[in-house]
């Protein structure tokens, strides 16, 4: 999720670990225009990994303090996915699963200024 633009990349996988993260990573550098540089925010999650941005020359990790969630824009994207579309469901099954959250990723992103407001940290705004 880009902050500044409002553009995102993801991908929805049936568990995660290292070689999902290196696919995301992928569509990161590809989305990333030429001449900029992509900062990754990642958690303690085993499968963020800093040797994950080695093949990439246009983005970095920055790896997170532990206990620190209020520093990482993404939980408050979840926390909307959450409070606005996925809060007091059942599923019919795995397909359903991958549809309504699907569903609630496109509804999410279908406006980048919700995406830049969830996203922007003052703290963390960078200049050219």
Avoid at 17 to 25: A, P, Q, R
Avoid at 47 to 57: C, I, V
Wanted: net charge negative; proline share 5%; hydrophobic share 45%.
């Amino acid at each position: 999720m880009c902050p500044a633009t409002g553009a995102t990349e993801a991908i929805l996988a049936p568990f995660a670990n290292s070689d999902y993260m290196h696919e995301h990573l992928k569509l990161i550098s590809a989305a990333t225009q030429f001449g900029r540089h992509a900062l990754v925010i990642m958690d303690g999650a085993g499968w963020h990994q800093q040797d994950l941005a080695d093949d990439f020359d246009n983005l970095s990790i920055v790896k997170l303090p532990p206990y620190s969630p209020e520093l990482n824009p993404v939980e408050q994207v979840w926390q909307w996915l959450r409070q606005h579309v996925l809060a007091n469901r059942s599923f019919k099954g795995y397909d359903d699963i991958v549809e309504q959250c699907s569903i609630a990723w496109n509804t999410l992103i279908e406006k980048k200024a919700r995406v830049i407001e969830l996203c922007t940290r003052q703290w963390a705004i960078l200049t050219n």
